[in-house]
T-cell receptor, first 116, second 110 residues
Framework: DTEVTQTPKHLVMGMTNKKSLKCEQHMGHRAMYWYKQKAKKPPELMFVYSYEKLSINESVPSRFSPECPNSSLLNLHLHALQPEDSALYLC???????????????FGPGTRLTVL | TQLLEQSPQFLSIQEGENLTVYCNSSSVFSSLQWYRQEPGEGPVLLVTVVTGGEVKKLKRLTFQFGDARKDSSLHITAAQPGDTGLYLCAGENSGSRLTFGEGTQLTVNP
């Protein structure tokens, strides 16, 4: 099973709203990722959690706040977003074996976010 | 900064034709993944290639990793409308970052 699930599938929010995106995997993967993707462009890395600790923050604005409650769950809290933040938000996970030659990432179906 | 140049960016062909997509870099990668993505959905992993010179086949898709692990190609034989989608190559090195190509938007017309 290589499934990563994300909820909600679609989200429309105003610039003053607070919402959260959720991601879950039950593959025993120890690394989880948030990406932002604009139409017809490749995904852009936002955050990486490795063994439940934030290991990479790609200079993402503070209106995006990640959280990793446990090794299976990853949240992205949203507050005071701008219309230009509208995009497909993708979660991914990978095994993250220490010293392993590869670390293939498996993506979820994404959340289509629209900020009005 | 590692770059992965993917070509062509757009490809529109008729059903039954063959095609090849290329990803090239001046950097060495420990592995390279190919993904296929449909509109509004997440990228779906097609294959991971690890060894220089490796060739993997997935039905009508053939993936090759260059000997120096700097480039890769995806060849589709007898394309079908169901192959339509955005094809992404992504090179992986230590440190969790994937270097993505810009993608190839493939349209197969019936």
């Amino acid at each position: 099973d290589t499934e990563v699930t994300q909820t909600p599938k679609h989200l429309v929010m105003g610039m003053t709203n607070k919402k959260s995106l959720k991601c879950e995997q039950h593959m025993g993967h120890r690394a989880m990722y948030w990406y932002k993707q604009k139409a017809k462009k490749p995904p852009e890395l936002m955050f990486v959690y490795s063994y439940e600790k934030l290991s990479i923050n790609e200079s993402v604005p503070s209106r995006f706040s990640p959280e990793c409650p446990n090794s299976s769950l990853l949240n992205l809290h949203l507050h005071a977003l701008q219309p230009e933040d509208s995009a497909l938000y993708l979660c991914a996970s990978s095994q993250r074996l220490a010293g392993g030659p590869t670390d293939t990432q498996y993506f979820g179906p994404g959340t289509r976010l629209t900020v009005l | 900064t590692q770059l992965l140049e993917q070509s062509p960016q757009f490809l529109s062909i008729q059903e039954g034709e063959n095609l090849t997509v290329y990803c090239n870099s001046s950097s060495v990668f420990s592995s390279l993944q190919w993904y296929r993505q449909e509109p509004g959905e997440g990228p779906v992993l097609l294959v991971t290639v690890v060894t220089g010179g490796e060739v993997k086949k997935l039905k009508r898709l053939t993936f090759q990793f260059g000997d120096a692990r700097k480039d890769s190609s995806l060849h589709i034989t007898a394309a079908q409308p169901g192959d339509t989608g955005l094809y992404l190559c992504a090179g992986e090195n230590s440190g969790s970052r994937l270097t993505f190509g810009e993608g190839t938007q493939l349209t197969v017309n019936p």
